[in-house]
């Protein structure tokens, strides 16, 4: 089984920027498909990024040129660099490892998540 926790959240002006990481145990050989999903309060959980095994990257329109998705294979450790930040972007982060490249099938629990908060 592996475990992830993410953090990197908090607090920033619009306009700003913020890196969330997503730190990887256990088994993680098994870890093929990586993403980052959001929430806002009273909104459905969407998915912002995902990164395969291979290295191709997928982003949500309301974050592609802003957000970079990365892989740390060293450190087991995926990273979300959020640049231009928005209050828009105000949510609770969450990261999954997926059984498809599409990132519909999570393969873990839902962690707490890290809360990134912008104001305007």
């Known amino acids: 089984q592996v475990q992830l926790v993410e953090s990197g959240g908090g607090l920033v002006q619009a306009g700003g920027s913020l890196r969330l990481s997503c730190a990887a145990s256990?088994?993680?050989?098994?870890?093929?498909?990586m993403g980052w999903y959001r929430q806002a309060p009273g909104k459905q959980r969407e998915l912002v990024a995902v990164?395969?095994?291979?290295?191709?990257?997928t982003y949500a329109d309301s974050v592609k040129g802003r957000f970079t998705i990365s892989i740390d294979n060293a450190k087991n450790t995926v990273y979300l660099q959020m640049n231009s930040l928005k209050p828009e972007d105000t949510a609770v982060y969450y990261c999954?490892?997926?059984?498809?490249?599409?990132?519909?099938?999570?393969?873990?629990?839902w962690g707490q998540g890290t809360q990134v908060t912008v104001s305007s």
């Open positions: 999954n490892r997926f059984l498809n490249t599409r990132a519909t099938i999570p393969l873990n629990s």
């Open positions: 990164i395969t095994s291979g290295g191709t990257t």
């Open positions: 256990g088994n993680i050989f098994s870890i093929n498909v």
